[in-house]
C-alpha cells in the first residue's frame, strides 16, 4: 500500500497557479499613469505659458492671447532681461556660495557634537537651535534690521549672507544630527581608543563619511538664499540686491507692459536652481534617505 500510495503521489497532477486578474491590473495601471500624466500637465502649464510669451514681441505678449504661440519668434526679450539681471545674479552667486557652505560646514560641526560628544544639556541646546526654524522671518524683521545697523555691516551682500549663515544653521544642525547618529558607534570609539580628540575624530573619520548630507544641506541652502526675497527686500537695494529684487524690478518697472521681459528674466532668475536639481537631484534623495534609517 505505501508503493501505490507514492505510485498515486507522483502522478497527482500539481496545484494549479493562482490566478492573476490581469485585466484589473493592467486597468489600474493606466489609471495611475493617466493621473500622473494629468498632474504632470497641471505642473508645466506655468512653464509653458513663460517660455512662449518670452519669445514674443510687445504687440503679441498679450494676455489675451498668452496660450498661443508666437506669432513672430523673437529673442530681443531674453537679451534685454540678461542685460538687465546679469550683474544681479553675479551678486546672488556670491551670496548663496558662501552662505551654504559656512551654513553646511558649522551645521555639521553642531550635528557632530550634539549626536556623538553628548554633554549635559544638549537636548536643551539642540531645541532650541531648532527653535529658530518656527519663528516667522516677518515677525523679527523689525529688530533683525535694528542688529545689522547696530553692528555696522554694510547692506548688500555681506549682510545678506551672515543672515542665511545664520538661519540656515537650525536645518542644517537637524539635518546633520539625524545622519550622524546613524554612524556606527565602533567608528568613534576606534578613534578615541587611538588617541583622537573631538576634532581630530570629525575630521578625520567623521567629514570623509558625511558627503550625503553634506549635498543634501548645500542644494537646500542654495535653493533657499537664491529664492530669497524678504531679506533681500530690507537689506539690500537694486544697485547691491540679488536677482529676486532685481526681478521684481523689472516686472514693476517702466517694463511693465513687455511681459515677454518679464517672462524671460523669470526663466533666468529660475535656471540655477533648476540646473541644480537636474543635476544633483538624485544625490538629494539619496542624502535624504541615508540619514532616514539606523543601520
Known amino acids: 500500500m505505501t508503493a501505490e500510495a507514492e505510485q498515486l503521489t507522483a502522478h ?23 493621473a500622473l500624466i494629468f ?58 556660495v558662501p552662505s551654504s557652505i559656512i551654513s553646511a560646514f558649522l551645521g555639521s560641526l553642531n550635528g ?7 554633554f ?5 541646546v539642540f531645541t532650541l ?14 529688530p533683525l534690521t535694528q542688529l545689522v545697523l547696530n553692528l555696522g555691516i554694510p547692506t548688500g551682500v555681506p549682510t545678506l549672507i551672515l543672515l542665511h549663515v545664520v538661519y540656515g544653521i537650525p536645518i542644517t544642525t537637524l539635518i546633520f544630527r539625524n545622519y550622524y547618529q546613524t554612524v556606527p558607534h565602533e567608528l568613534i ?5 587611538d588617541g583622537a580628540g573631538m576634532l581630530r575624530t570629525y575630521w578625520s573619520i567623521v567629514l570623509p ?9 548645500l542644494i537646500w541652502q542654495f535653493t533657499s538664499a ?45 535656471l540655477p536652481t533648476l540646473l541644480v536639481y537636474i543635476i544633483l537631484g538624485k544625490y538629494f534623495v539619496g542624502g535624504l534617505m541615508s540619514g532616514s534609517v539606523k543601520g
Open 12 to 34: 497527482r497532477p500539481a496545484p494549479a497557479a493562482p490566478r492573476v486578474h490581469r485585466g484589473r491590473y493592467s486597468l489600474a495601471r493606466t489609471l495611475k499613469y493617466v
Open 39 to 96: 498632474f504632470l500637465i497641471v505642473v508645466l502649464i506655468p512653464v509653458y505659458v513663460l517660455l512662449v510669451t518670452s519669445f514674443k514681441g510687445t504687440g503679441d505678449a498679450d494676455p489675451s492671447r498668452a496660450w498661443a504661440l508666437p506669432q513672430i519668434w523673437t529673442m530681443d526679450n531674453w537679451a534685454m532681461a540678461w542685460t538687465t539681471l546679469a550683474p544681479a545674479i553675479g551678486r546672488t552667486l556670491a551670496i548663496v
Open 112 to 118: 557632530f557634537v550634539l549626536s556623538r560628544w553628548s
Open 120 to 124: 549635559k544639556g544638549a537636548d536643551i
Open 129 to 142: 537651535i531648532l527653535f529658530g526654524m518656527f519663528i516667522p522671518y516677518q515677525a523679527v524683521m523689525i
Open 189 to 193: 570609539e576606534a578613534g578615541r581608543v
Open 209 to 217: 563619511i558625511s558627503i550625503p548630507s553634506f549635498v543634501v544641506v
Open 226 to 270: 537664491w529664492n530669497d526675497f524678504l531679506f533681500a527686500v530690507f537689506f539690500s537695494s537694486s544697485q547691491n540686491g540679488p536677482v529676486t529684487v532685481a526681478l521684481n524690478n523689472l516686472a514693476n518697472g517702466a517694463l511693465l507692459q513687455n511681459y515677454g521681459v518679464s517672462m524671460a528674466g523669470a526663466l533666468f532668475a529660475s
